[in-house]
């Protein structure tokens, strides 16, 4: 799996936008970026996918570089329950099984 | 829809006794896969089971060891436990895990070993 590269850590104030990064540079052709999030205890909970598009689903957009070394996931209004650790994953997911390979991730604080 | 199940969610053992936890996929998914965190490494993917076989294996010792029923619910086990495996123990469950797929993961079993 490619390495990604997040930040430690970020601040975020309720109701404006977050916007973590990930750099991703030695991505494959066949390989998605995938976000996940992980509220204290509790196990992840997946947020979006994408490939070379960008994505926007419920909880979150997906913006993918042209060349795809790096993406950004938004939450457009954060609230305090967006608080937790987001992981940015890079998985070939092809035929037969995949894994998920996770990193440190970035631990979101959203501010009251 | 009901979410991935685990039990139980809290174990505690001594070193050399053996566990064995379970998993209740989302209904009509048919892999499960399991995963280790620890505050030291992170989450550590263990193993991925698809219509019962064993798909694809993390770099974990022989003591680890899990088995997908024909109802898809999966169990794992771990035998001759020591003091560092001290975990909480994943499981993720998809609808086919290959192409395009995302994981549901259920609240973990926190296993701790004395």
């Known amino acids: 799996d490619a390495k990604t590269t997040q930040p430690t850590s970020m601040d975020c104030a309720e109701g404006r936008a977050a916007n973590l990064p990930c750099n991703h540079s030695t991505i494959s052709g066949n390989e998605y970026v995938y976000w996940y999030r992980q509220i204290h205890s509790q196990g992840p909970q997946y947020i979006i996918h994408g490939l070379k598009n960008n994505e926007t689903n419920e909880m979150a957009s997906l913006i993918i570089t042209e060349d795809r070394k790096s993406s950004t996931l938004i939450l457009p209004h954060a609230t305090l329950r967006d608080t937790a650790v987001y992981y940015c994953?890079?998985?070939?997911?092809?035929?037969?099984?995949?894994?998920?390979?996770f990193g440190k991730g970035t631990k979101l604080s959203v501010i009251p | 829809k009901a979410g991935v199940t685990q039990t139980p969610r809290y174990l505690i053992k001594t070193r050399g006794q053996q566990v064995t936890l379970s998993c209740s996929p989302i209904s009509g998914h048919r892999s499960v896969s399991w995963y280790q965190q620890t505050p030291g490494q992170g989450l550590q993917f263990l193993f991925e089971y698809f219509s019962e076989t064993q798909r694809n294996k993390g770099n974990f010792p022989g003591r680890f060891s899990g088995r997908q029923f024909s109802n898809s619910r999966s169990e794992m086990n771990v035998s001759t436990l020591e003091l560092g495996d001290s975990a909480l123990y994943l499981c993720a469950s998809s609808f086919s895990a290959g192409i395009n797929e995302k994981l549901f993961f259920g609240s973990g079993t926190q296993l701790s070993v004395l």
């Open positions: 994953i890079v998985t070939y997911s092809g035929a037969g099984s995949y894994q998920l390979t």
